[in-house]
């Protein structure tokens, strides 16, 4: 064999062997599910810093991580981050800083609320199901351990329905019990799964183990959520709908869905919203979840009228609610 041709059939074999070949193959063999659901998280994802007094009087310090949840600037991390603080600041993947101001503390949850300042508006995490979880599902935890800013970690569910107790003696109940990689730093962090939506806020690891650590369920987010940042609480609307939350498939858009189970004589409601129907908009809204349907009404004024797209019986129907103002409520606002 000629010295050009053996040099034809090793590029040949070259081709062959090599992973993936070359080019875009090799390429969309790196860009995995993974890869994306972190993209997706990126700039969603905040370092917290509390500036703490100890009770000795000298000036502490707390790191952890938060989640921005709305747009306007609403965020959550763990209550344990900034408790007892008398600054909180939260900085971006680039250092870049906004002011954040505690608007709720859950103790039993350990969960809190930040109001961010300092942008017109901020990127928000999609918040998926908790329900549907299945035990050894791939989950990928983000955080901020030991200052590494958004610092990725992967691993599986490896238990749910995990109740635990606190070094401070508070309990905490139907956690998701992970072995993604958690450490000082990575409270308050989402937990995401394969499609990059937020499935818990990662909490606590276990003390002298080695990859057990817990999150708190989005359920549980979302319905602390839902108490504290109603439409009632922040802008006075008393929307008057009793709804659930169905999760109809496990992969792709749409998965998730508000039903409409009742309805209460706050809202006044024209061409009939009915009991069964799915909320799928308010006003310029998608609603997938409930809080969805909170905050879609945080711009509405009460005695608006406002639009609402509804799947009923499988056709989409076009409704109006009007809301009147509750009467004897302390409406806290955006700040």
Request: glycine share 10%; charged share 25%.
């Amino acid at each position: 064999m000629s010295c050009s041709r053996r040099i034809v059939c090793s590029v040949f074999l070259l081709v062959i062997l090599w992973p993936g070949g070359f080019g875009d193959a090799g390429e969309s063999q790196r860009h995995t599910p993974i890869v994306e659901a972190v993209r997706k998280a990126r700039g969603c994802v905040l370092t917290v810093r509390a500036e703490k007094r100890s009770q000795f009087g000298r000036p502490g310090e707390s790191l952890g991580t938060a989640v921005i949840v709305d747009e306007r600037g609403y965020a959550i991390t763990n209550r344990h981050v900034i408790a007892d603080a008398v600054k909180v600041q939260a900085f971006f993947e680039d250092g870049t800083a906004v002011q954040a101001v505690v608007v709720r503390e859950v103790k039993e949850h350990d969960l809190a609320i930040l109001q961010l300042s300092g942008r017109p508006s901020f990127k928000a995490m999609p918040l998926g199901p908790s329900s549907d979880l299945e035990q050894g599902e791939d989950v990928i935890a983000i955080g901020n351990p030991y200052g590494y800013k958004n610092t990725v970690t992967r691993g599986i569910v490896s238990a749910v329905g995990r109740d635990i107790v606190l070094p401070s003696g508070d309990k905490l109940c139907n956690l998701i019990q992970i072995d993604a990689a958690i450490n000082p730093g990575s409270s308050g962090g989402p937990l995401l799964n394969i499609n990059g939506e937020l499935i818990g806020i990662n909490v606590a690891m276990r003390d002298g183990a080695q990859l057990i650590a817990f999150a708190i369920p989005s359920d549980t987010v979302k319905a602390i959520l839902i108490e504290h940042l109603s439409a009632k609480q922040v802008v006075g609307i008393d929307h008057g709908l009793a709804c659930t939350e169905e999760v109809v498939k496990p992969e792709g858009p749409n998965r998730q869905r508000v039903k409409v189970t009742g309805l209460a004589s706050a809202a006044k409601t024209e061409d009939a919203i009915r009991p069964g129907d799915y909320i799928v908009q308010v006003a310029d809204r998608s609603v997938a979840n409930r809080f969805d349907l909170e905050r879609a009404l945080w711009d509405c004024k009460p005695g608006a009228k406002v639009p609402v797209v509804v799947d009923r019986n499988g056709q989409i129907v076009q409704v109006h609610i009007t809301f009147a103002e509750p009467r004897g409520v302390q409406v806290s606002g955006r700040r």
